[in-house]
């Protein structure tokens, strides 16, 4: 039975009740209630786009006229200079701030009013601790502009700890200081692209639940990238979560499919439940960011995980409810298919994010 039992049942309570004090009921309340397809709300826990200027907000419509009703938009990784992080969160907010059919939430509260608003809600993310410029201070700055989520490294290793492909070599001072001080003002830990010993102390180190915001499962297709059993245990075991991606490269069997990311849902599922499952597409609408030099995109990307011959292609956000549907053909509940798509990261932000 794919729709096996959770062994976080209390963490799943303790949200129910948050979200009920919400004025909303996970299991049916005010902003989810009603038909089959009305019942689920779209959580989409991480745009794929790098910051190319304020024109960016307009991509966001690609997930708007498809019904995501939840967003995280990264706002800086670590290939690029940690002012681009800040300037990015300047330009997106002032472009959010003009748009009447989204808004950028600071609590799960203004998510669900955003939806009662019929508004898509925003946070931020920033991919690797190198925006914080070695200043664990920057943590708490980050976190009043909006940024909700924050992963140890980008591929690469940084001054915070180790990249999926580098020699990881796990976190450093620098690096458990900031999981003190994110669990503290309320950011939740991000292990996706980092190395497998820096997410595991990390998971271990960090009193709140840890998620991977977009990652797949090795298991099904190996990837450096792709993270393994004992890593999907881990994060299940702090009470978070795994979002499957929709990248070919991530995926498997060539060109994207939603049958593909079906099975990396199923499979964790089945290794974990259904409450430590959900969806971080990494969908990038743009025609590219900003440029990095031919040195350091092979170092970021090396050849021997990225070769030219693949292509990079994305499944976009309009396939989600087919994710449903083809979750339903496979016995999923109705109650596990609306955690997979929102209410297991919701639980999280219930859990983690200041209110």
């Not at 180790?162 to 994110?182: K, N, P, S």
């Not at 009193?207 to 977009?214: D, G």
């Not at 979560?241 to 849902?265: C, E, Q, T, Y």
Request: negative net charge; glycine residues 10%; contains cysteine.
């Amino acid at each position: 039975m794919t729709d096996r039992v959770s062994d976080y049942r209390p963490a799943r309570r303790t949200f129910l009740k948050v979200a009920l004090a919400a004025g909303v009921s996970a299991l049916g309340g005010s902003a989810i209630a009603g038909t089959r397809s009305e019942q689920i709300k779209y959580w989409d826990n991480h745009a794929g786009f790098a910051y190319a200027g304020p024109r960016d907000v307009d991509l966001l419509d690609r997930w708007r006229s498809a019904g995501v009703n939840y967003l995280s938009i990264n706002v800086g990784y670590d290939p690029v200079p940690w002012s681009t992080t800040i300037r990015a969160i300047a330009d997106y907010a002032r472009g959010i701030e003009v748009r009447s059919d989204m808004v950028l939430c600071s609590t799960l509260s203004q998510v669900i009013a955003a939806w009662h608003a019929g508004q898509m809600a925003l946070t931020f993310d920033i991919e690797g601790m190198g925006s914080l410029n070695g200043d664990v201070s920057m943590v708490e700055l980050y976190y009043r502009l909006g940024v909700r989520q924050m992963l140890i490294a980008y591929n690469l290793n940084n001054d915070a700890g180790g990249g999926c492909h580098d020699q990881d070599t796990g976190l450093t001072d620098f690096g458990r200081a900031v999981v003190r001080e994110m669990n503290r003002v309320g950011m939740v830990v991000d292990c996706a692209h980092s190395g497998i010993k820096s997410g595991l102390e990390a998971m271990k180190l960090s009193t709140k639940p840890c998620i991977f915001s977009h990652a797949n499962a090795r298991a099904l297709h190996e990837h450096e990238r792709n993270i393994t059993d004992e890593q999907i245990k881990a994060v299940a075991a702090t009470g978070g979560v795994v979002g499957v991606n929709g990248l070919s490269i991530f995926l498997g069997d060539g060109a994207p499919k939603v049958a593909s990311l079906v099975a990396h849902i199923d499979y964790m599922a089945k290794l974990v439940g259904t409450d430590h499952v959900g969806i971080g597409l990494d969908y990038d609408p743009s025609t590219g960011g900003p440029e990095l030099d031919a040195a350091a995109s092979a170092k970021y990307w090396p050849a021997r995980q990225y070769p030219s011959s693949i292509k990079d292609d994305f499944l976009p956000p309009s396939i989600l409810p087919q994710v449903g549907e083809e979750l339903r053909s496979l016995g999923y509940k109705e109650s596990s298919i609306r955690a997979i798509m929102s209410e297991n990261f919701m639980r999280v932000a219930s859990q983690v994010w200041a209110r």
